[in-house]
Structure formats: structure tokens, C-alpha cells
């Protein structure tokens, strides 16, 4: 139907499970998107939206048929959760705006999703990105604004993440726990982060367990042990991750099963304090 909808669109076209598509509707700014699409799971496309809303709760949950969002948001968006979690077709997502909620977990569950594009602004208020593209089994690309040193658990973050080459360069300053970050990410190439968490109480559990296909890992100044074992690390490449390691007085890194390991120089690392093992 030919309409602009410029009003809260709360539960607008909730379980309208049939509906394939919207026409020739628009929209202005919408106030409110909480479960604006929830389980539209016949609809294959939606205009760009843009909203208002301070608080958004999933507005495309289950929308297993739509292959992209536009979302852009024009206040400050201070709670949210699930906003596309479970959109099993969804491609590629782009988002505008500020969120200064305590947590984003919103990409849960979007198996075919291959570009995340956001611009816009992560506030202080943030202190968990934990699971937020955990099993996009497809994603390739990801841009995020710059990430504040208030975010503090990391955790599983990228798991899953099959398809994902290189990670993306994020500001790991303030983490206290990174464990799963990068689990099961076998298409996994390169991991540069040039701020590497500078907690010594960080938890590293599982940081790279089966992506055994990493060769080139840099983490600029980590304080924390960890391990890189079963990767696919040269001998440059080792002594690449060891130069970029901080001081670890009590720290273990391990390198075991790397073919590297035959030439590499852990003195690199044992002269910082670090215990090599492998």
C-alpha cells in the first residue's frame, strides 16, 4: 500500500507470517521498531528505516527470508537486544548511529550473513560485545566504530565464524576476557590487533582452538598467557607474535605443533618474561 509511516511502529507487522511484501510503503522516523517485522518469516525484503527509538528489542527477529537491513538511527540508542538475531537468509546489514547500551548481542543465529557495515558511535556505557556475530558462519566483512576501553568481555565475539579471513583491527585495551573470541574459525588467516587487552587478569580460554588455518597473529603488548597451538604459524611468523608481545613475567605462551617451531627464536619472548611451550 502506497503509505509513508512516520509514527511508533511497535508490533507493526508482528507474526504477519504470510506477508511477502510492503509495496510501495515507506518510512519516515520511526519512535518505536520493538517487534516492528518479529517473525515475518515469509518477507524477502523491507525499505531503509530509520528511527528514533532509545530502546529497540527485536524488530527483525526471525525475519528468515530478508537478505539485507538498513538501519539508521538518529538518537541515542541506550538499550537493545536481538534487534536480527535468527534472520537465517540475512546477507548484509548496514547500520548508522549510536548505541551506548551495556551490551550489543543482536547477530546471534544469521548463518548467511557476509558484510556488517557500522558507522556511527559505540558509547562509554558499553561494556560487552560478548557473542555478537557468534555462528555467522558466512561472514567475511566487519566495520566498527571505534570501540571504548569500557568494553570489557570479548567472549566468543567472532565464534564460528567460519568464513572470516582477517580479523578486524578493534581496541582490546580494557578486556578482561577474550576466551572463545576466535573458536572455530577454521577460514581464519590473520589476526592483527595493535591493542592487545594490557589486563594481567585477562582470560584467554580457547582464544584460537581450531582455527587451525591462522598464520600470521600479532596482539600488540598482551600481558595474559595464551595459546596458539595447531595453527599454521611459520618461523617469521612466530617471531612476528613474539615481538609484538608485552612484558608477561609469569606468562606461558603456547606455539606447539606450529611447523614454525623448528626455526623460530623464543628468546624473543623469554627475554619480555614469557614461558614458551611448543
Not at 537493545?80 to 548508522?96: G, P
Not at 555478537?132 to 564460528?160: D, E, G, H, K
Not at 594481567?200 to 595459546?227: E, P, V, Y
Request: hydrophobic share 35%; aromatic share 10%.
Amino acid at each position: 500500500f502506497p503509505v509513508t509511516i512516520d509514527a511508533s511502529c511497535n508490533g507493526l507487522f508482528r507474526a504477519c507470517r504470510s506477508l511477502s511484501s510492503l509495496g510501495a510503503t515507506s518510512f519516515g522516523t520511526c519512535t518505536d521498531i520493538s517487534y516492528m517485522f518479529y517473525e515475518c518469516t515469509s518477507l524477502t525484503s523491507i525499505p531503509s528505516i530509520t528511527t528514533s527509538a532509545t530502546s529497540i528489542d527485536s524488530p527483525f527477529m526471525s525475519c528468515s527470508s530478508i537478505k539485507q537491513i538498513n538501519l539508521t538511527l538518529t538518537a541515542t540508542v541506550t538499550s537493545i537486544f536481538n534487534i536480527w538475531a535468527y534472520c537465517s537468509s540475512l546477507e548484509e546489514l548496514t547500520l548508522s548511529g549510536t548505541i551506548n547500551a551495556t551490551s550489543f548481542f543482536s547477530s546471534w543465529n544469521c548463518p548467511k550473513l557476509r558484510s556488517f557495515n557500522w558507522s556511527g558511535t559505540i558509547g562509554a556505557s558499553m561494556t560487552s560485545l560478548s557473542g555478537m556475530f557468534t555462528a555467522c558462519y558466512a561472514l567475511r566483512n566487519v566495520t566498527l566504530p571505534s570501540i571504548p576501553n569500557t568494553v570489557t568481555n570479548f567472549s566468543a565475539m567472532f565464534q564460528n565464524c567460519w568464513a572470516l579471513h582477517s580479523a578486524p583491527n578493534i581496541n582490546l585495551t580494557g578486556a578482561t576476557n577474550i576466551n572463545n573470541m576466535f573458536l572455530q574459525c577454521y577460514g581464519l588467516r590473520e589476526v592483527n590487533i595493535t591493542n592487545a587487552p594490557t589486563s594481567t587478569s585477562c582470560t584467554t580460554s580457547s582464544l584460537f582452538d581450531t582455527s587451525n588455518g591462522l598464520s600470521r597473529c600479532i596482539l600488540t603488548g598482551i600481558a595474559n598467557s595464551f595459546s596458539v597451538a595447531n595453527c599454521s604459524l611459520s618461523a617469521a611468523a612466530l617471531d612476528e607474535l613474539y615481538t609484538s608481545l608485552g612484558t608477561g613475567t609469569g606468562k606461558t605462551i603456547t606455539v606447539s605443533s606450529n611447523y614454525g617451531t623448528t626455526g623460530d627464536d623464543p628468546s624473543i619472548a623469554t627475554a619480555k618474561g614469557w614461558t614458551v611451550t611448543g
